[in-house]
């Protein structure tokens, strides 16, 4: 079955460290993004990607880094920058194809802890 | 700029009872619309959508939505609620012509329903 695999479901990262997050998608979607989820406050954009080798920030890139070498994967980087990195972290994708006549497919999130 | 509002941060409603979801959004031109339901722990799963056409959408698990583009709105209804549906709603909008940007979401609407 196609969809988007994140892993790993949960994840601890302890100060000063840098952690990847990854989402690989078997949709051949060209458009993939990265959510963070924080109670009450909604899913907020890091990066999208809507080609391979490009990507764009969204409203909260800072503290995080993002690769897209291939179709298929766009991982995340939590950087030891980013202060406050206790989330749930959700990625998507959608074709290009037809820009905007869809919506996205989720993966099921990682829970990324600082202890 | 786009944006979406969801005024209530939780619903509570009987089992059996009919439900609504409040969403208002703002955009530059005609909107895409979508909602999305969260459970516990996992991704977003879409529920419907509207683009063009009938202003009553009709989705996943009887719900269905109406658009209402004097006022702004894209509330989602149910008419008889179960304990299941009770999870995390979401809104999300972008504007027709604005080629493959981001879905901007709302906070999220905590839906109970009590048996």
């Known amino acids: 079955d196609g969809g988007i695999t994140q892993s790993p479901k949960y994840l601890f990262r302890k100060e000063g460290q840098n952690v990847t997050l990854s989402c690989e998608q078997n949709?051949?979607?060209?458009?993939m993004y990265w959510y963070r989820q924080d109670p009450g406050q909604g899913l907020r954009l890091i990066y999208y990607?809507?080609?391979?080798?490009?990507?764009q920030k969204g409203d909260i890139a800072e503290g995080y880094s993002v690769s897209r070498e291939k179709k298929e994967s766009f991982p995340l980087t939590v950087t030891s920058a980013q202060k406050n990195p206790t989330a749930f972290y959700l990625c998507?994708?959608?074709?290009?194809?037809?820009?905007?006549?869809?919506?996205?497919?989720f993966g099921s999130g990682t829970r990324l802890t600082v202890v | 700029a786009q944006s979406v509002a969801q005024p209530e941060d939780q619903v509570n409603v009987a089992e059996g009872n009919p439900l609504t979801v409040k969403c208002t959004y703002s955009v530059s031109g005609n909107p895409y619309l979508f909602w999305y339901v969260q459970y516990p722990n996992r991704g977003l799963q879409f529920l419907l959508k509207y683009i063009t056409g009938d202003n009553l959408v009709k989705g996943s698990y009887g719900f269905e939505a109406e658009f209402n583009k004097s006022q702004t709105s894209f509330h989602l209804k149910k008419p008889s609620a179960l304990v299941s549906d009770s999870a995390l709603y979401f809104c999300a909008v972008r504007a027709l012509n604005s080629g493959n940007t981001p879905l901007v979401f709302g906070k999220g609407t905590r839906l109970s329903v009590i048996a």
């Open positions: 990607s809507q080609i391979v080798n490009d990507f």
């Open positions: 949709l051949n979607h060209d458009a």
């Open positions: 998507a994708s959608t074709p290009h194809t037809r820009p905007g006549d869809y919506g996205y497919t």
